[in-house]
């Protein structure tokens, strides 16, 4: 896998061996990261489901100033601090081993953030997550309704194209939509907090 705009373009992302997540695909991130172009430069985000850190570290080469990477599976936090040292982003990339299903606690300190990047596997997004599992809805909710996302903070993330909707409950989570677009199977989502122009 290789980071595809800005000041690394080209590099290669270490991705661990048998790593079941499944990036999103170079159209998909080309598409997601021209639309935020204009949030990105300086910007403080996380990267949830961090995997390899294709996300975070997109944003970093298009001039992020910081970003947290969460993630609890040993081998991706592996990759993702080589990645941080083969690519010479230690001073902007910090790994976070966090449970999200215990839920944010361990970020506030480092918040409130202007970007949330999310690709979470499409298995806890086809249907609801059993316990003990992440679920996203409640990810968005906390993000909606806490000071974690600055006012002018966006979410980006991608879903099932046919399985994941969740407009009907954005308003109570104090979030709006801000695009939904299509790419085969796949939905990309950008959500704003609401009432707030970015």
Not at 40 to 64: H, K, N, Q, T, Y
Not at 110 to 115: A, T, W
Not at 143 to 155: E, Y
């Amino acid at each position: 896998m290789k980071i595809i705009g800005g000041s690394l373009r080209g590099r290669e992302i270490f991705v661990p061996q048998g790593l079941v997540a499944r990036p999103m695909r170079n159209q998909v991130r080309e598409a997601l990261f021209h639309t935020i172009a204009d949030h990105i430069p300086d910007c403080v985000g996380m990267d949830l489901f961090a995997g390899s850190g294709s996300l975070g570290l997109e944003a970093i080469s298009r001039g992020a100033g910081a970003i947290y990477f969460c993630e609890k599976a040993k081998p991706c936090l592996a990759a993702l601090k080589r990645n941080f040292r083969e690519l010479g982003v230690t001073d902007r990339a910090h790994v976070k081993r966090l449970d999200l299903a215990r839920g944010f606690d361990p970020l506030y300190e480092f918040g409130p953030f202007d970007l949330v990047l999310m690709d979470p596997p499409f298995d806890l997004l086809r249907r609801p997550p059993g316990a003990g599992f992440v679920d996203v809805r409640n990810i968005l909710a906390e993000l909606g309704s806490s000071d974690l996302l600055k006012k002018t903070g966006l979410i980006a993330f991608e879903a099932p194209a046919r399985t994941f909707r969740v407009e009907p409950e954005l308003k109570d989570w104090g979030l709006t939509l801000e695009m939904r677009r299509e790419y085969g199977s796949t939905s990309l989502w950008i959500l704003k907090k609401a009432g707030k122009e970015c």
